[in-house]
Structures are given as structure tokens and as C-alpha cells.
């Protein structure tokens, strides 16, 4: 029977974000490791090979499927109350050791990660999400960027669909990987982990090339959103909080960072699970230092006026929210304010759509574990 590895290696293609380079090494363009590869070596996320002095990347697969709430993803500021249908494959560049997404992220690293790669088309992904009726395709679950070929491939299919495309990443990327994902992406978000290098290093990355990508993201003009997941002890300081957001501010005020609360999960066992009073902590603190939108998730009902958003110009309940669900949306048709017409930064739908109402995702009432 073949192994995982033996799987993967067959379902792959030729990549087109590398450069060969003497003697058979290829480098590497998809993520901010550059890797430069020998003949017949593997690159640091394990699923991108020189073979023949080629660079082989992952295709022709999916490791998961599923039809969210775009609010899951999370994006708040992009199409309220639509359906986002989301794929991703196996492998990651980074080895976060409370990775929420380890059995896909972690394959072929970790060999507890079993996550069944199934045949799929880029066709048969869209037409899977318009039959469930989602306005957006999302490549998540593993790191997207070492997969950018395979999305781009899935995210041509749904732009001539018509669909809205994001990517839920790292953020590890590289200006070559972003202009090559530029004419296909709509929504990026970004995970900041940390504002400490050392912490970075901790995860198998660095600091600087997620800044770097954050800022090229917003003066590309991709629709960037950031979540920050807060784990006790990692990068809960003031100091580190305060640094963090002021970065996200002095790119732009009107990128929404979202603060998340972690739950102890794969090897990172120690801390406490973030408790609410947490996450208002730090969401104060990313009110304190200019950021306009700043939410706190995934405590539904327990995080008051963090989940709602509220206009920029005159503070104006314009969109209240319960976990994932949209409780009542009051944005113009031109994605402004009814009352005192300010435009609010996002991407809106030109009029509602009909599954905000007609397909709701009710969350439990209850925090989610
Ligand atoms: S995607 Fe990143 S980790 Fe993987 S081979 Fe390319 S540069 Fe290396």
C-alpha cells in the first residue's frame, strides 16, 4: 500500500514559482523560506521537490472541503452573511505547535496528521460551491501559499463563475508569490502570531517577511483582515500587544484585526484557554492605538460590542453579529453608512444577498471548544 508521502509525490505537477539554478538546485519562490533545493531534496513544507532539476508542486488533490459562514474565516469586512466555501491540501512552512489545523497542516511531519488527499478538479471544487450556494472560494487549512499554484488553478475556475476568492494564510509569503496570486485573489487574511521574532523562530519562521507581506498586501489592494490567536504567556504582554497593533495601525487604520482565543490543542498544552476578559484586553489595547475595527472572537456573546461593527464616522450600529451569524445589517447598497453616509473600508455586496437571511449558521450558545 503506498505511504502518504508516496500519494503526494503523485499528485503533483511542475511549479511555477521557482527559478533553476546551477548544477540542479531549484529555488523556491512560494513562501518566505526561498528554499534552494537539490536534486532530488524536499523543501522545508515537505510537499514542493526538486525532481530533475524541476520543481514539483502539490496538485490534483483536496485533504478538506466545507461550506462556511465568511465570518469563520474570519472576515468581517467582505460580503456579511455569505457562504464561503473553502479547500485546502496538506503541508505548511511553519511547525506552530497549537496549530488548530495540525492533521492537515502537519502531514508528513507529524505522522499522527492523517488527513486522506481526495482526487478532485479545479471545476469540480467551484461546482461544488455554487451548488451549495457560496459566494466565495477560500484555500485554507494548510498553508496556502505552497499550494499557490493549485489555488490559482481552482480560483480561474471560480472567477469566471463569478465568486469572490481569498486566501486564510501565514502571511510567510514573498513579492514574487504576491504578484502571481494579485489578478486571482480578492480576500487575504493574514494570521500575525506574535510581534517577537523569537516567537517566530519558535514556529519554524521569521518576523520580518510577515510584515513585509502585510504591508505589500494592503498597497497591492488585496482586502487584507488580521487575526491575532492570543495564547497566555506567548504574546499577551502589553508591550507586545501595543507593538503589534501599532505595526497593523501604521499600515493602515481601517485593517481589521481580529483577537482570537486560543484552546489548548496539538502539543501546546500548557496554557490556559483565553478567557473573554482576555481578549478585551487586548482588543482595548488595539482600540488604544488607533485601530478603527478591532474584534474579539470566538466567545460569542461574550465579548459585548467586539463583535458588532460600528461606523467609523459616527458610530452607528451597522452590522451586529453573534459568533458567526449576522443579527441585523444596516449598510447602504453603496457600503456606507444610512445615517451619516461615511463609506466603510471592506468589500460589500452591491445589495444584500439572499442567503444572509435565507441560510444562517446559528453558533451555540455557549463558547466554543
Ligand atoms: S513553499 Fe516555502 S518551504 Fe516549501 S519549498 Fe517553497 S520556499 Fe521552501
New binding site residues.
Given amino acids: 500500500m503506498a505511504t502518504l508521502a508516496e500519494v503526494l509525490n503523485a499528485n503533483t505537477r511542475e511549479g511555477e514559482?521557482?527559478e533553476k539554478l546551477e548544477r540542479g538546485f531549484v529555488r523556491?519562490?512560494?513562501?518566505?523560506?526561498?528554499?534552494r533545493?537539490p536534486e532530488g531534496q524536499?523543501?522545508?513544507?515537505?510537499?514542493?521537490?526538486n525532481r530533475g532539476g524541476e520543481?514539483m508542486v502539490p496538485w490534483g488533490y483536496a485533504a478538506g472541503l466545507q461550506c462556511d459562514p465568511i465570518e469563520k474565516k474570519p472576515f468581517h469586512h467582505a460580503y456579511p452573511g455569505a457562504l464561503a466555501y473553502s479547500f485546502g491540501m496538506l503541508?505548511c512552512?511553519l511547525h506552530c505547535s497549537y496549530c488548530q489545523n495540525w492533521v492537515t497542516s502537519q502531514a508528513i511531519r507529524d505522522p499522527r496528521a492523517v488527513s486522506a488527499p481526495m482526487s478532485v478538479t479545479p471545476a469540480e471544487i467551484v461546482q461544488d460551491a455554487l451548488r451549495q450556494g457560496a459566494r466565495a472560494v477560500v484555500s485554507t487549512y494548510n498553508?496556502p501559499?505552497?499550494t499557490s499554484e493549485w489555488a490559482v488553478a481552482v480560483f480561474k475556475e471560480a472567477k469566471a463563475a463569478g465568486l469572490v476568492t481569498g486566501y486564510v494564510s501565514n502571511g510567510?509569503g514573498?513579492p514574487q508569490v504576491l504578484e502571481y496570486l494579485r489578478p486571482w485573489v480578492d480576500l487575504y487574511k493574514v494570521d500575525l502570531k506574535s510581534f517577537d521574532d523569537r516567537h517566530y523562530r519558535q514556529l519554524g519562521g521569521r518576523l520580518e517577511p510577515i510584515l513585509s507581506t502585510i504591508r505589500a498586501l494592503h498597497q497591492m489592494g488585496f482586502w487584507v483582515e488580521i487575526v491575532t490567536l492570543l495564547i497566555r504567556g506567548f504574546n499577551d504582554s502589553e508591550d507586545e500587544l501595543k507593538r503589534l497593533t501599532e505595526f497593523v495601525a501604521g499600515v493602515s487604520e481601517d485593517i481589521p484585526w481580529h483577537v482570537s482565543a486560543f484552546h489548548r490543542d496539538y502539543k501546546m498544552t500548557d496554557p490556559q484557554d483565553t478567557s473573554a476578559q482576555d481578549l478585551l484586553r487586548a482588543a482595548r489595547i488595539g482600540k488604544g492605538v488607533g485601530l478603527r475595527f478591532v474584534y474579539a472572537g470566538n466567545l460569542p456573546g461574550q465579548v459585548g460590542d467586539f463583535e458588532n461593527t460600528r461606523c467609523p464616522g459616527c458610530s452607528e450600529l451597522l452590522i451586529e453579529r453573534f459568533g458567526y451569524h449576522v443579527q441585523a445589517y444596516r449598510l447602504t447598497t453603496r457600503g456606507t453608512c444610512p445615517k451619516c453616509d461615511v463609506a466603510l473600508p471592506g468589500r460589500w455586496p452591491e445589495k444584500l444577498e439572499k442567503q444572509i437571511w435565507a441560510l444562517p449558521f446559528l453558533p451555540r450558545r455557549r463558547a466554543f471548544r
Avoid: M, P, Q, S
Fill in positions: 514559482l521557482y523556491c519562490f512560494a513562501c518566505g523560506h526561498c528554499c533545493i524536499i523543501g522545508v513544507c515537505k510537499v514542493r521537490f520543481l503541508g512552512d498553508e501559499l505552497i510567510n514573498t
